[in-house]
């Protein structure tokens, strides 16, 4: 058994602005369980890179340790990757990101990585609107382990060994809000017309983007009573908006009925399309999503879609006000400038 790519693809095969094909965004191929939601998210974050005629090289993608944190294999093979250990994506991520701000960041987790042990750090990423888009491959469960609820199973859910969790979820949309986060979106794997808009609206934001994808566990939380399996999440999901992002190069022109949509302009000039609003949810208003959020919540259902973005964030480099130059290309002798600086600068303090 081969897990090698084929390397044929048709003659004829679309490229974006940049003259790359699809397949120049895909990696290795998945050893994921067949069926499993983690590879369309792989997969949605392939055609994002692809339509937005990302340059591989210039993104970083980075994850800890999970069954969704093998994904970063299985796309984007020509861009820069590091595996952390578990939980500590986020301080890896800050890190990279303070030393060289050219790159574009990718940080892949799970609930049981981020929600769990590696909770401490997901909360300081957000406290320091780290620029990085940070998708949440959220399954409910530990698939690495057999299964095992995870902190972001539902109460009363059922596992696949047919006892019901007894403990209250983590709702990472909702504490993501309470911690100021400035672009929050939840979306379903198996919604790519949701999912590839949210992604390339989230490496378009200047700050910490979460995306919370609900992700099911094909073999250990698919079952009949499981609220992250495929059946439940599609007879439950209720979006807050379609959503389509609109990129700066391109002009669209459309009709829609007066109240039925609102048009959110990013920093770069591009924007996101929401149609359909729901009367009672502002995306930019972040008490406004926390109330949509919990209405959802109490009537058991799974609010998807972009909750809330905050259309003037700083990113950490900006409130840091550092370099515009990356610290990977600042020359020695500025990063030692010699005793006769250092001596100056403690006078000025005397």
């Known amino acids: 058994m081969t897990f090698v790519r084929p390397t ?6 679309p490229v974006n602005k940049l003259g790359y094909t699809r397949k120049f965004y895909e990696g290795a191929l998945s050893t994921l369980c067949a069926g499993c939601g983690h590879d369309s ?24 340790i999970g069954c969704s944190s093998k994904t970063p294999t299985y796309f984007l093979s020509n861009s820069h990757g590091f595996n952390s250990v578990h939980g500590r994506m986020p301080s890896v991520a800050t890190g990279a990101y303070l030393a060289n701000r050219d790159l ?8 049981g990585d ?19 888009t940070y998708i949440i491959m959220n399954n409910g469960c530990y698939g690495l382990t057999k299964g095992q609820d995870s902190a972001t199973a539902d109460f009363g859910s059922i596992g696949k060994a047919g006892s019901a969790n007894m403990f209250h979820a983590i709702d990472m949309c909702g504490l993501a809000l309470e ?10 794997s198996g919604d790519k017309h949701q999912l590839i808009p949210l992604i390339k609206a989230a490496m378009s934001h200047p700050g910490f983007a979460l995306i919370d994808v609900v992700s099911p566990c094909v073999t250990f939380n698919n079952n009949t009573g499981s609220t992250k399996s495929y059946d439940y999440t599609r007879e439950h999901v209720e979006a807050t908006a379609a959503v389509d992002f609109v990129p700066i190069m391109r002009e669209i022109t459309t009709e829609y009925n007066e109240g039925d949509s609102i048009e959110v302009v990013l920093h770069d000039g591009s924007s996101i399309h929401l149609n359909k609003l729901s009367n009672d949810w502002n995306p930019r208003d972040r008490h406004s999503a926390v109330n949509r959020l919990y209405q959802a919540k109490a009537a058991g259902d799974i609010l998807t879609g972009l909750l809330y973005i905050d259309t003037e964030s700083k990113d950490l480099h900006q409130l840091l006000n550092t370099t515009q130059q990356p610290l990977n290309q600042v020359p020695q002798e500025k990063l030692c400038p010699g005793s006769g600086v250092l001596e100056n600068i403690n006078a000025s303090m005397r």
């Open 104 to 111: 574009m960041y990718i940080g892949v987790s799970g609930d």
């Open 41 to 64: 998210v792989s997969g949605a974050i392939i055609q994002a890179c692809f339509e937005m005629a990302v340059e591989p090289h210039k993104v970083a993608k980075l994850s800890g």
């Open 114 to 132: 981020s929600a769990s042990i590696g909770m401490g750090q997901f909360v300081h990423a957000i406290r320091r609107n780290l620029n990085v």
């Open 8 to 13: 044929f693809r048709h003659p004829d095969s």
């Open 179 to 188: 911690l100021g986060a400035t672009f929050v979106a939840r979306s379903f």
